[in-house]
């Protein structure tokens, strides 16, 4: 008979929705999301002394652990996929935000990782785990992310976020070519615009000012012209402006939604030194480490929907000393767990995600400025080139 906690209990029904193929994997899983939880630390050792069952041995538990993260039958983007989908299905605001960015572990294996921009913060998508000496990978590593995403959301419509190393030809064509997706990526001065004319190309130099907004429309980006829109937007006491690279005519959302690319490093700090020390693990098998994502993904997909319940039925304050709302939804929802395994409060029984939009944002004070829409203060220019590109 399955031995098992009250947060063991909570942690089975909220998993339980997903197309398991044997019922002792989703058992292991709920351990491992628990252990997790309940330690802090993505370390299997740790993990060991919060599972109840018949094993008498710390050993026999991490053989178990060790089972499950190394069995090629597991699919753990499938499986998450339908936990996401049910998380997702009352979120219809449109677009959706996803960040797509890259972590290192140990200078030996690279993290790619799309995540949804949710509430000052990101929520893994899908991920990747490659053996590969440096955070800059080309378009085919991660083509199959994107592809696992566009099948994720096939109707919905989606703005893509990435950094200066992901400013690929490949990427651009492809979102060109994506019913419902959109780009804004940054990219270097180097990366070459061009004006159309009536006998071929003409090099365009931007007109970079410090304190100042432009914004051009119908260039052309790198040695291949290809079409796009550029925002660039150079913010007061900034060492450099932001290009950013566009697929639509570009405004002020253009820079404001960019900037929210940087939830996704937030949550790769989360996910190591301000939450499950990601680090610590002693795993060093790429398939493994694919499947350890999946824990962390799934508790971090718990914790933020706990978040979430607690803040909209008003009982913030309860965990979050801040007068405003100074924690996480995720450092929400994890200080309520622990909350209820220590007072017997409940916890949620089911994944859902609210709306998109914050009723609450994050700051440490009433007199926290608000920087996100530092744009809207500055003089703009528009230069509009009426001679299109190809399609």
Same mark, same amino acid.
């Given at each position: 008979?399955?031995?098992?906690?009250?947060?063991?209990?909570?942690?089975?029904?909220?998993?339980?929705?997903?197309?398991?193929r044997d019922r002792r994997h989703l058992y292991t899983v709920a351990w491992m999301v628990l252990g997790l939880l309940s330690s802090g630390w993505i370390s299997l050792?740790?993990?060991?002394?919060?599972?109840?069952?018949?094993?008498?041995?710390?050993?026999?538990?991490?053989?178990?652990?060790? !089972?499950?993260?190394?069995?090629?039958? +597991?699919?753990? #983007?499938?499986?998450?996929?339908? *936990?996401?989908? /049910?998380? =997702?299905?009352?979120?219809?605001?449109?677009?959706?935000?996803?960040?797509?960015?890259?972590?290192?572990?140990?200078?030996?294996?690279?993290?790619?990782?799309?995540?949804?921009?949710?509430?000052?913060?990101?929520?893994?998508?899908?991920?990747?785990?490659?053996?590969?000496?440096?955070?800059?990978?080309?378009?085919?590593?991660?083509?199959?992310?994107?592809?696992?995403?566009? !099948?994720?959301?096939?109707?919905?419509? +989606?703005?893509? #976020?990435?950094?200066?190393?992901? *400013?690929?030809? /490949?990427? =651009?064509?492809?979102?060109?070519?994506?019913?419902?997706?959109?780009?804004?990526?940054?990219?270097?001065?180097?990366?070459?615009?061009?004006?159309?004319?009536?006998?071929?190309?003409?090099?365009?130099?931007?007109?970079?000012?410090?304190?100042?907004?432009?914004?051009?429309?119908?260039?052309?980006?790198?040695?291949?012209?290809?079409?796009?829109?550029?925002?660039?937007?150079?913010?007061?006491?900034?060492?450099?402006?932001?290009?950013?690279?566009?697929?639509?005519?570009?405004?002020?959302?253009?820079?404001?939604?960019?900037?929210?690319?940087?939830?996704?490093?937030?949550?790769?700090?989360?996910?190591?030194?301000?939450?499950?020390?990601?680090?610590?693990?002693?795993?060093?098998?790429?398939?493994?480490?694919?499947?350890?994502?999946?824990?962390?993904?799934?508790?971090?997909?718990?914790?933020?929907?706990?978040?979430?319940?607690?803040?909209?039925?008003?009982?913030?304050?309860?965990?979050?000393?801040?007068?405003?709302?100074?924690?996480?939804?995720?450092?929400?929802?994890?200080?309520?767990?622990?909350?209820?395994?220590?007072?017997?409060?409940?916890?949620?029984?089911?994944?859902?995600?609210?709306?998109?939009?914050?009723?609450?944002?994050?700051?440490?004070?009433?007199?926290?400025?608000?920087?996100?829409?530092?744009?809207?203060?500055?003089?703009?220019?528009?230069?509009?080139?009426?001679?299109?590109?190809?399609?």
């Amino acid at each position: 008979m399955q031995q098992s906690t009250p947060l063991y209990d909570s942690i089975l029904k909220l998993l339980h929705h997903a197309p398991w193929r044997d019922r002792r994997h989703l058992y292991t899983v709920a351990w491992m999301v628990l252990g997790l939880l309940s330690s802090g630390w993505i370390s299997l050792s740790k993990w060991s002394p919060y599972v109840v069952s018949r094993a008498e041995l710390a050993q026999s538990v991490e053989r178990r652990f060790k !089972r499950w993260l190394t069995n090629g039958r +597991i699919d753990v #983007l499938r499986l998450y996929a339908a *936990l996401l989908r /049910e998380a =997702l299905k009352d979120v219809t605001e449109e677009p959706l935000l996803v960040a797509l960015d890259t972590s290192m572990l140990w200078d030996t294996f690279c993290v790619i990782q799309l995540a949804l921009v949710y509430r000052g913060r990101s929520i893994p998508l899908v991920w990747k785990v490659m053996k590969h000496p440096s955070a800059s990978v080309a378009f085919k590593d991660y083509r199959g992310v994107l592809g696992f995403a566009a !099948r994720l959301f096939p109707e919905r419509e +989606i703005i893509l #976020l990435a950094d200066r190393g992901f *400013l690929h030809g /490949e990427l =651009l064509n492809w979102i060109r070519k994506t019913a419902g997706w959109h780009a804004r990526i940054r990219c270097k001065r180097s990366v070459g615009f061009y004006q159309k004319t009536g006998s071929g190309y003409r090099k365009l130099a931007l007109r970079l000012l410090a304190g100042e907004v432009c914004y051009y429309h119908h260039v052309g980006v790198t040695g291949a012209h290809i079409p796009a829109h550029l925002a660039v937007g150079w913010e007061k006491g900034a060492k450099e402006p932001w290009i950013i690279v566009s697929d639509q005519p570009t405004n002020g959302d253009t820079l404001y939604e960019y900037g929210r690319r940087f939830n996704i490093e937030e949550g790769f700090l989360d996910h190591k030194s301000n939450g499950f020390q990601w680090e610590s693990s002693q795993l060093r098998e790429t398939e493994a480490l694919q499947r350890l994502c999946f824990i962390m993904a799934v508790a971090t997909l718990v914790l933020v929907c706990q978040g979430g319940a607690v803040v909209a039925s008003g009982k913030r304050r309860r965990v979050d000393p801040h007068w405003f709302r100074g924690y996480s939804y995720a450092r929400i929802g994890w200080d309520w767990i622990r909350r209820a395994c220590a007072r017997g409060d409940a916890i949620i029984d089911s994944l859902v995600l609210h709306a998109l939009h914050d009723p609450e944002p994050a700051r440490a004070s009433k007199r926290q400025p608000d920087r996100s829409r530092w744009m809207d203060d500055l003089p703009c220019r528009i230069f509009l080139f009426t001679m299109q590109l190809r399609s």
